[in-house]
């Protein structure tokens, strides 16, 4: 079995960071691609930005020039530092992966359980 643990979420105010982690464990074989999503209270799921194995990020709109995000393929991890936060930036942000358990094996999709950003005067 594979999880995901997120660390990191807080409460702070506009204009600050946080810096959000994700550490995978279990039966790892390979990482592919790894991701942040978040889930603000009455909305849908949303991407927030992806690295793919050879360092491609993608970044959703509201994420470009305030949040960063990186790996360790050494230590199964995802980073998100997020910069300028604002009250909108409030949500539970999630952690994705795919991750295969043996060689030539199928990729799954795994979430981790979330961790709680508020972003407030």
């Known amino acids: 079995q594979v999880q995901l643990v997120e660390s990191g979420g807080g409460l702070v105010q506009p204009g600050e960071s946080l810096r959000l982690s994700c550490v995978a464990s279990?039966?790892?074989?390979?990482?592919?691609?790894m991701a942040w999503y978040r889930q603000a209270p009455g909305k849908e799921r949303e991407l927030v930005a992806g690295?793919?194995?050879?360092?491609?990020?993608n970044y959703a709109d509201f994420a470009k020039g305030r949040f960063t995000i990186s790996r360790d393929r050494a230590k199964n991890s995802a980073y998100l530092e997020m910069n300028s936060l604002k009250p909108e930036d409030t949500a539970v942000y999630y952690c994705?992966?795919?991750?295969?358990?043996?060689?030539?094996?199928?990729?799954?999709?795994?979430w981790g359980q979330g961790t709680q950003v508020t972003v407030s005067s």
């Open positions: 994705n992966a795919a991750i295969s358990d043996r060689a030539g094996g199928y990729y799954s999709r795994y």
């Open positions: 690295i793919t194995s050879d360092i491609s990020t």
């Open positions: 279990g039966s790892i074989f390979n990482i592919a691609a």
